[in-house]
Every structure is written in structure tokens, then in C-alpha cells.
């Protein structure tokens, strides 16, 4: 089955850099990649998305990257703010028969963005 | 804006015991899932739900659980004799339509088994 890997795991960086998350996924089949933020005692909030036939996606400070050859999609967030401090889900979906929903998750990356 | 709620937000049980998470889902939505959080791992798919029936489940999803829509607004999750090993923080998602894969998640219920 499909497997995303995710890292860092925790990412550390100062008030108005910028941050990148990358992750990696198994199943060449996967045409789905959401980013999901999660903050303290929170579910995950879909923040961007990405679908196989675009190389990338943008929405003001947070932007979506994928190559579907190297079978990896990353996330970049510019001008971080403090309000960016969450964890960041990156997940695939496998969208066959009733597959539809069943997102398979990385393991999450702790961003903390310093004032 | 609309949102999925789940109900209660914390849980306690004894070992052994059953227990219901109870979530409603955004009205007009048509598809409906429960994931799990053990603390510090990745979230996982248990269960999707739609047209009244289960359409598809993981691994984790075994006898113990269930999933039922008891009227038009509620969708719930039973484990049936629950194992220190369900601790963890559920969430309740939906999707509004097949072909649009947005999932709305719920805040979660953190299940305590002791």
C-alpha cells in the first residue's frame, strides 16, 4: 500500500524566513496531495492542495510543489509569522473504487516560528 | 463556517468497557470517515462510510469497531470492549461530494482507556 514519509519532523525558524516541508510517497497511483495544519487541541485543517496534473499551487504565503517523477511534494511557507507554529501534515490519497477520503498521513512536522 | 463537531471532546473508560464517539458532520455533506491519532504518530484511516454502509476499512477497524448513522445528522463510532491500546484522539471527517476530496475534520475526541 501507499506510504508518505515526511521530514523534518521538527523545524525551527525565525520570524519572517521561510520554511520547507518535504515528503516522499510510494504509489505512483496517488493523485491527491493535501497539507494539513493541526494546532493544539485541533483536527487538521486542510491549509493547501495539489493534484497530480500541476506542478505547482500557490495561495499567498504557503505554496505546493510537486514532482510526480521523483514521486515527492514539498510545502514552503515565506514570511513566517508566529501564527505558523503548528504541526504540518502532508498526506497522499490512492483514489481507486471506493478509496475516496482514505488519506494516508507522514508523520507530521512541528514548525515553530520564532519572534 | 461550517464544521464538523464531535462530541464528547475527552473520554475516559475502563478497560473492557464500551463506549460511543458521536460526531455530526456537515449537513450537506455525503461521506463520512473516522481517523485515530496515537500521541506523536501520524493519523490513520479506520473507516469510510457512505450510503449507509461501510465503503471501505483499514486493518485497525476490526470486530471491535462499528460505525453507525443513527438518524440524518449523527454518525458515530463504537468499540465495543475497548483495549488500553484504543487510547488515542479520534476524528470524525467528511466530504461534501465523490470527486471532490476536501475532508473537513472535527476537533477530535481523546479516548483514555485505563
Known amino acids: 500500500g501507499e506510504n508518505v514519509e515526511q521530514h523534518p519532523s521538527t523545524l525551527s525558524v525565525q520570524e519572517g524566513d521561510s520554511a520547507v516541508i518535504k515528503c516522499t510517497y510510494s504509489d505512483s497511483a496517488s493523485n491527491y496531495f493535501p497539507w494539513y495544519k493541526q494546532e493544539l487541541g485541533k483536527g487538521p485543517q486542510l491549509i493547501i492542495d495539489?493534484?497530480?496534473?500541476?506542478g505547482e499551487k500557490k495561495d499567498q504565503r504557503i505554496a505546493v510543489t510537486l514532482n510526480k517523477t521523483a514521486k515527492h511534494f514539498s510545502l514552503h511557507i515565506t514570511e513566517t509569522q508566529p501564527e505558523d507554529s503548528a504541526v504540518y501534515f502532508c498526506?497522499?490519497?490512492?483514489?481507486?473504487?471506493?478509496?475516496?477520503?482514505?488519506?494516508?498521513f507522514g508523520k507530521g512536522t512541528k514548525l515553530s516560528v520564532k519572534p | 463556517e461550517p464544521e464538523v463537531t464531535q462530541t464528547p471532546s475527552h473520554q475516559v473508560t475502563q478497560m473492557g468497557q464500551e463506549v460511543i464517539l458521536r460526531c455530526v458532520p456537515i449537513?450537506?455533506?455525503?461521506?463520512f470517515y473516522w481517523y485515530r491519532q496515537i500521541l506523536g504518530q501520524k493519523v490513520e484511516f479506520l473507516v469510510s462510510?457512505?450510503?449507509?454502509?461501510?465503503?471501505?476499512k483499514s486493518e485497525i477497524f476490526d470486530d471491535q469497531f462499528s460505525v453507525e448513522r443513527p438518524d440524518g445528522s449523527n454518525f458515530t463510532l463504537k468499540i465495543r470492549s475497548t483495549k488500553l491500546e484504543d487510547s488515542a484522539m479520534y476524528f470524525c471527517?467528511?466530504?461534501?461530494?465523490?470527486?471532490?476530496?476536501?475532508?473537513?475534520f472535527g476537533s477530535g475526541t481523546q479516548l483514555s482507556v485505563l
Open positions: 449537513s450537506n455533506h455525503l461521506y
Open positions: 471527517a467528511s466530504i461534501k461530494t465523490w470527486g471532490n476530496e476536501k475532508l473537513f
Open positions: 498526506a497522499a490519497s490512492v483514489n481507486y473504487g471506493g478509496s475516496q477520503g482514505n488519506l494516508i
Open positions: 462510510f457512505y450510503n449507509n454502509e461501510i465503503s471501505e
Open positions: 495539489i493534484r497530480s496534473n500541476v
